[in-house]
């Protein structure tokens, strides 16, 4: 399996912005559309966006839309997430994940996790 780091995360106030970062630790990580998801304690882990193996085709969950946007650079087997105008919703530990939107939960590889909290 690639093994995947998230990084980026952190505090920041509502209407912020954080880049996340996704690094993978194998070549073929160009070949798989990538996926993050989020988890907040009370609930279950939340699809938010993905993105395919090439870049050119990016989804989000309607909450985000707008808001968040996916890129990828395979050359350096990293995947970001950009999320602007933050809200206190979007408070959770984002994992990103190997797969797409249709099938991440089959590949069952994500990060350890970076967490994000918006707050004043």
């Known amino acids: 399996q690639v093994q995947l780091v998230e990084s980026g995360g952190g505090l920041v106030q509502p209407g912020g912005s954080l880049r996340l970062s996704c690094v993978a630790s194998?070549?073929?990580?160009?070949?798989?559309?990538m996926t993050w998801v989020r988890q907040v304690p009370e609930r279950g882990l939340e699809w938010v966006s993905s993105i395919s193996f090439d870049g050119r085709r990016q989804k989000f969950l309607d909450s985000v839309k707008g808001r968040f946007t996916m890129s990828r650079d395979n050359t350096e087997k990293t995947m970001y997430l950009q999320m602007n105008n933050l809200k206190p919703e979007d408070t959770a530990t984002y994992y990103c994940a190997q797969g797409g939107q249709r099938d991440w939960r089959q590949y069952d590889n994500r990060g350890q996790g970076t967490q994000v909290t918006v707050s004043s």
């Open positions: 194998a070549a073929y990580f160009s070949f798989y559309d």
